[in-house]
């Protein structure tokens, strides 16, 4: 391949990346647009279906039911009861999977005992666990939490162990040359190399903690947004189901980016890409 082959390639991302929806504000304005054609289509869809709002609710039957049990502060206090399921489950599921990946990347005798126990308790599935969970721990928040832990603790084990040992062999080798000891080898190498894979399982930990939370409210819980879902079934009210359904996708965002914003500030030193 000559130079005269990828000039026309490099010369069409310049026009992309200078085109108006290559900036930011013509990428907002075009999600904003496919948010207005999605709304609109399920508008029109429940008009022409004759749908009741019992079996789906249009956009605006959810904006109300939002806008009025946010004002009487149903929403919120549910939320807050799950959002310190989250962060609480979140944290201990993502303390126990760095630490114990830390300690099975040391060894691979201890990996090789501990694989078969770490992949048979991710493939139970949580919703299976929660009413033992009840029993064992009561109907307060701690169920909840072990729950969420649980769904947070495989992709920080696994991150942690990937990040860890997939180390370049060369650097490790002018470690070695430079008579690094393995104490300084881990902390001045090992550790730099697995924080950003460690931060894309803790990205991936905290939205499935959103997860988490709401199985565990499923069983044996009176309070929260799982909860709530649960009585809006009962009660057949739809349109707070789905107000209940905005309000778990908006945490799920916020915390997200809370953990891309954490990433960006301690990791400001590094250029971490991730295909944007």
């Not at 992709?155 to 860890?164: A, D, H, K, R, V």
């Amino acid at each position: 391949m000559t130079a005269l082959d990828i000039a026309p390639n490099e010369a069409e991302d310049t026009l992309d990346q200078t085109a108006w929806y290559g900036t930011k504000a013509g990428q907002a304005l075009l999600t904003l647009v496919v948010f207005a054609a999605v709304l609109a289509a399920w508008w029109l869809y429940v008009r022409l279906m004759a749908l009741s709002p019992l079996v789906l609710p249009t956009p605006y039957q959810v904006w109300e039911s939002l806008v009025d049990n946010t004002a009487s502060g149903l929403l919120p206090m549910h939320l807050w009861v799950t959002l310190s399921e989250i962060v609480l489950g979140f944290i201990l599921g993502s303390a126990i999977g760095i630490a114990l990946g830390t300690i099975t990347s040391q060894s691979p005798l201890m990996r090789a005992i501990l694989n078969p126990y770490i992949l048979a308790s991710q493939a139970m599935p949580k919703l299976a666990l929660a009413p033992i969970m009840v029993i064992w721990l009561g109907f307060g928040i701690a169920p909840k939490v072990v729950i969420t832990a649980l769904i947070c603790f495989f992709p920080l084990l696994e991150n942690t162990i990937i990040g860890l040992t997939s180390v370049n062999p060369y650097q490790v080798e002018l470690f070695s040359a430079l008579t690094a000891s393995r104490r300084q080898t881990f902390f001045k190498l090992r550790i730099p190399n697995a924080l950003p894979v460690i931060f894309a399982g803790l990205r991936v930990a905290i939205t499935l903690a959103v997860v988490g939370a709401v199985v565990g409210e499923y069983v044996g819980a009176n309070r929260g947004l799982g909860a709530l879902i649960i009585a809006t079934q009962g009660n057949f009210d739809t349109p707070l189901m789905f107000a209940v359904f905005v309000y778990l996708t908006i945490v799920g965002i916020v915390l997200y980016k809370i953990m891309e914003l954490m990433e960006s500030l301690f990791f400001s030193w590094r250029h971490i890409k991730r295909g944007d």
